[in-house]
């Protein structure tokens, strides 16, 4: 009684301060007012651009475990609204995190446990994810001018591949394309030729990409189609099985200039198609990925029902006091298994970066100084136009340098 008493003294304390603070016109902030009212001030001293502003409050204030996977769709978000130099920031951030959850930390400790659901953990999202993040972010350190930078990001494109551990990882077209051009405008043929000659064998390859220049003054970066889709199946929703998502862009036609036909043109097929990368591990299709804390919780529900039938039968069919207390024993015990099977919690995690592309292209041409209009055509696969991105490069020098990015169906 006294427990029950104290108990509801602490209930009505707390509704009478409550109604004291609802009518007595008090204006002090809730906890999660001030969280808002400081993620809007470094928002503002962040340089967010206005379109972004929400969605950038909404990363500072969502907590650490989402924190990956929202920067990750933020900054693309800000790359296609052209808004590139706060995008690199937001990837940054999310790069951060990413390399801090390694062997040894604490958040790599929790992502062990058999207890704590993968939705709640921290995001690192897929090897596929991880390797779009540094695509993206050297493909940006490209267009500012850190080819060196740029070659280290297409670099750790390949690492984060292979540190899914499966064989035939690390077979990124794009990020040997992208190393390649890195290499040209370091001057450095020779690593320029070995990652382009690694690429060549790539089972990953979808077409023919032209190899990049260095004498290129514009490059096309287009995105098509539908990032990759995670489900769940299995008997406990342990299996992460990836689906695709739609595309309709097959290849890229890229015509510059005027005049019938144009005097510049190029096609090419994707640099790289992320659906594949996400559902392949190398040649080798991927139907699911296990998440083995489902075996776990099935060895250990199976244990604790063969423990509680066992022990029923021994404590009802024993003669002696010492056997029904050994069957009660492991009647027990089956109980204590069946409750820890109970908490462990196998189901896959599919928080996802759900605004990636299903393919990106890659290609570049190079035109004389001044205001030149650039068509970029999507084909499907018979041919057939099935969207036009119409643009403008003006430059001041042939020897400056212009990016295009685009997005198509």
């Not at 995105?223 to 890229?252: F, H, S, W």
Request: net charge negative.
């Amino acid at each position: 009684m006294k427990l029950l008493s104290l108990s509801a003294l602490g209930a009505l304390v707390l509704i009478l301060v409550g109604c004291a603070g609802g009518g007595g016109g008090s204006t002090s902030a809730t906890p999660e007012q001030n969280a808002l009212a400081m993620a809007g001030a470094q928002a503002d001293n962040d340089g967010a651009p206005q379109a972004l502003r929400p969605r950038y409050v909404d990363l500072l204030t969502a907590g650490e475990k989402d924190y990956v996977v929202n920067a990750m769709r933020l900054g693309l978000d800000a790359v296609r609204l052209g808004e590139h130099a706060f995008a690199a920031r937001v990837f940054d951030s999310a790069i951060r995190r990413v390399s801090a959850l390694q062997e040894g930390s604490e958040q790599a400790d929790r992502a062990k446990s058999n207890f704590v659901a993968e939705q709640e953990k921290w995001f690192k999202g897929e090897s596929y994810e991880r390797a779009s993040l540094y695509l993206y972010r050297g493909l940006l350190y490209l267009e500012a001018g850190d080819v060196g930078n740029a070659a280290a990001c297409a670099k750790r494109v390949q690492i984060e591949d292979i540190s899914s551990k499966e064989e035939n990882q690390g077979d990124w077209y794009s990020a040997e394309w992208l190393l390649a051009l890195a290499s040209l405008l370091q001057a450095d043929p020779g690593t320029a030729h070995d990652a382009l000659a690694r690429a060549a064998n790539f089972f990953s390859k979808q077409g023919n990409v032209p190899p990049p220049d260095a004498n290129w003054n514009v490059l096309v970066i287009a995105e098509a189609g539908e990032a990759p889709i995670k489900m769940r199946q299995g008997q406990y929703g342990d299996e992460l099985v990836i689906r695709e998502g739609n595309c309709r862009t097959v290849r890229i036609t890229v015509s510059a200039g005027e005049g019938t036909p144009p005097p510049i043109a190029v096609a090419t097929w994707p640099a790289e198609n992320i659906y594949h990368q996400a559902s392949t591990r190398g040649d080798r299709k991927v139907d699911h990925i296990l998440a083995g804390k489902a075996v776990f919780k099935n060895a250990t529900d199976t244990a604790g029902d063969a423990a509680i039938v066992a022990g029923a039968a021994t404590a009802m069919t024993s003669r002696s006091d010492t056997q029904s207390l050994a069957g009660l024993g492991l009647v027990v015990g089956g109980i204590i298994t069946k409750v820890v099977s109970s908490a462990a919690h196998p189901e896959a995690d599919i928080r996802t970066w759900d605004n990636l592309p299903h393919s990106i292209f890659l290609t570049g041409f190079r035109c004389p100084a001044g205001i030149t209009k650039v068509k970029i055509e999507a084909r499907d696969g018979t041919d057939a136009v099935i969207s036009t991105a119409l643009k403008e490069v003006n430059l001041g020098s042939d020897t400056e340098k212009r990016y295009i990015w685009t997005r198509l169906p």
